[in-house]
């Protein structure tokens, strides 16, 4: 049966997970079969078609959705230039996913040359509007001196604005601030309650770590 466009587009894009939807090519493909089977038995084969045929194509949701399409080459020819074309209409519209693609294209020089200055621009746009993934890359900019100052105290800044929203990197990275005074007067309790937070959803850096200070405490009890 054919889905109305409303059912359509209220299954279309959680906003609160895309910070998880660029982590890798997997994870986009994976986020994109699943709304693939939202429009299953609807008569249309992929994702684009549903869009391009309820007329959705100039809805910042789909915009998003049409990029990451052909971003990962999902029911299309993989072109990162044209991904980022449908980011920045949907960033005409002011859609802090959209900025938060756009930054991240910048940063790493995926459909476009490498621009610290642009990618700036456009996490700290998304940022403010409070898109945690963008908190994070912003806060990773600081930190690690992308194209500016490196600044630990701005990094902190961003990473606990991500952490307070649930994002389990930003708790990790806080972890680290913490244990080593970056930004922050040192405190291993702070530092622990961070890295038990991210590690409880499941973040692997974070997981590995524990079992990492898990081996050095066993090594010292044995010696």
Not at 132 to 159: H, R, S
């Amino acid at each position: 049966m054919k889905r109305n466009n409303t059912t359509l587009k209220e299954s279309a894009f959680k906003y609160e997970n895309n910070y998880l939807v660029l982590a890798g090519a997997d994870d986009a493909i994976s986020y994109l079969k699943y709304l693939t089977s939202e429009v299953e038995g609807s008569g249309y084969s992929n994702i684009m078609d549903a869009i391009f045929a309820a007329q959705m194509e100039e809805n910042p949701y789909f915009q998003n959705i049409l990029g990451l399409c052909y971003f990962v080459g999902f029911g299309c020819k993989e072109d990162h230039s044209e991904a980022l074309c449908w980011w920045g209409k949907a960033a005409e519209q002011d859609d802090d996913c959209a900025m938060y693609f756009l930054g991240r294209s910048h940063l790493y020089g995926d459909g476009t040359e490498k621009d610290y200055i642009q990618a700036k621009s456009w996490l700290e746009c998304a940022a403010k509007k409070g898109h945690n993934g963008a908190q994070v890359m912003l806060g990773n900019m600081y930190f690690d001196g992308l194209g500016i100052a490196t600044k630990y105290y701005d990094a902190v800044f961003w990473y606990k604005k991500a952490a307070k929203s649930g994002n389990p990197e930003a708790m990790f990275r806080l972890y680290a601030c913490y244990t080593n005074g970056q930004g922050v007067r040192r405190n291993l309790k702070r530092a622990t309650d961070y890295l038990f937070k991210s590690a409880v959803q499941g973040y692997q850096d974070a997981i590995n770590e524990i079992k990492h200070l898990k081996e050095l405490i066993e090594g010292l009890d044995n010696k």
